[in-house]
């Protein structure tokens, strides 16, 4: 089909030398199913205090949570949905022109063009998009625009609100968020992941943790998000209802190790396809990350303080480098 992306030509070595000197340790055939905590939001009002507190403990014992009545309505998320399965559908050749919906270069990605390893390329497709970006988006693909818009507003204030009482426990200004995220410094990510072949060999994404304070993501109802716990892979159930909440690093640096940043990584199925939307919240460049150090646990800063902007240089130069990032671990003190 030329809507697909020439995987299979562009990684005939790699698919050839599978067995070769391919890291091991991630076998994706043992997996087993876990039940995310699922929070209702609508509970702030009548139950706030309960529901901060379920929050905050998903955050700390999983990184990784769902929540329902969180104010993106079944409509828009459907028609997202369905818009996204358009412009994937679109053929490989015009997904690569050059001014693709009128998007900055290299919004359009696929696989990785610096791996060595089958297991280094992600089986996937993603429309990488500054919140800038989505402003300029090509007039006719307005239902589209207009669309992402309608979900990264209320994306935005969700993680927001979300930020805001994470930080209550670790004693951070309440307006740290406002002060740092100003609107536009976010990202928005459409994926597809087209039906893999070998899905026990590529991954449609890398185990990966996310560099942004959290990520808010939407999925279909196929499934294929799995993460790490207690050194093991567990499958996240889909829910059509939810949008999964997870950590991310820079979160887990401004909580000084209380909150994580979970790995995660995609498993393709053979037969159907996925899709999924995810919203990273990200500071702007020149912010500053310092690890507090919370009034309940008196202990010493684990990162050293950086930028995002040095974050983010950083994990470039790896994933260049290796074809994977280091993260946070870089930056330990
Ligand atoms: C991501 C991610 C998971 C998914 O885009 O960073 O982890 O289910 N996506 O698509
Ligand atoms: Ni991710």
Redesign the pocket.
């Known amino acids: 089909m030329d809507q697909e992306p020439p995987f299979g030509e562009t990684y005939k070595t790699l698919l050839h030398n599978s067995s070769l000197g391919e890291p091991k340790d991630e076998n994706p055939l043992i997996v087993e199913e876990c039940d995310l905590p699922l929070i209702d939001l609508s509970q702030l009002n009548a139950e706030r205090d309960k529901c901060i507190k379920q929050i905050t403990q998903a955050a700390r014992e999983w990184g990784f949570f769902q929540v329902v009545n969180h104010g993106i309505s079944q409509k828009v998320l459907k028609i997202l949905k369905d818009e996204q399965t358009k412009v994937f559908h679109l053929p490989f050749q015009k997904k690569i022109e050059d001014n693709f919906l009128n998007l900055s270069a290299n919004s359009y990605r696929w696989g990785n063009s610096k791996a060595t390893f089958l297991r280094h390329v992600p089986w996937s497709e ?1 429309l990488h998009l500054s919140l800038a970006d989505i402003s300029r988006m090509d007039e006719c693909k307005s239902t589209l625009r207009s669309t992402i818009e309608a979900f990264v507003t209320v994306a935005a204030s969700l993680a927001q609100s979300l930020a805001e009482i994470l930080s209550q426990i670790l004693g951070i200004k309440s307006t740290y968020f406002q002060e740092n995220c100003p609107p536009n410094t976010s990202y928005l ?1 459409l ?1 597809r ?1 087209p039906p893999c072949p070998f899905p026990s060999k590529a991954f ?2 890398m185990p ?1 943790t ?1 560099s942004s304070f959290l ?1 808010i ?1 939407y ?1 279909d109802h196929v499934g ?2 799995q993460l790490m716990k207690d050194g093991k892979w567990f499958r996240v159930k889909p829910n059509p209802q939810a949008l999964v909440i997870n950590i991310g690093d820079l979160f887990q640096a401004l909580s000084n190790d209380v909150f994580k940043s979970i790995k ?1 990584r ?1 498993v393709s199925s053979e037969e159907v396809e996925r899709f ?1 939307v ?1 919203y ?1 919240y990200c500071p702007s460049s020149d912010a500053v990350i310092q690890s507090c150090c919370s009034t309940k646990r008196l202990l010493p800063a684990v990162y050293k303080h950086f930028s995002f902007r040095e974050y983010q240089q950083q994990v470039r130069k790896d994933v260049e480098a290796t074809g994977d990032k280091v993260g946070l671990t870089r930056f330990l003190l």
């Open positions: 993603a990510r994926n992941y449609g994404l990966h996310d990520t993501l999925q294929g998000l995660h995609v999924s995810a990273f």
